[in-house]
């Protein structure tokens, strides 16, 4: 799958993810829209609050599979 990755060395970048593993009590959702809001753009410029190695965005849409 894609998704936009906040990567250890501080850059934005659309990457390719493996797709997650699910255990028995949860789900795996496919996420047709995300969002990404403006304090995910200023991510670079907070260190102190966003550290790195993460996929961005929040407020997702999907289906569960």
Do not use: W
């Not at 970048?13 to 200023?42: F, M, N, T, W, Y």
Request: proline residues 5%; glycine residues 10%.
């Amino acid at each position: 799958m894609f998704a936009v990755h906040f990567t250890e060395d501080r850059h934005t970048v659309l990457a390719r993810r493996p797709l997650p593993d699910r255990r028995k009590d949860q789900v795996v959702v496919d996420v047709e829209l995300r969002g990404i809001c403006s304090s995910d753009l200023h991510a670079a410029n907070l260190p102190e609050v966003y550290r790195g190695g993460f996929v961005m965005g929040h407020g997702m849409v999907g289906r569960i599979g």
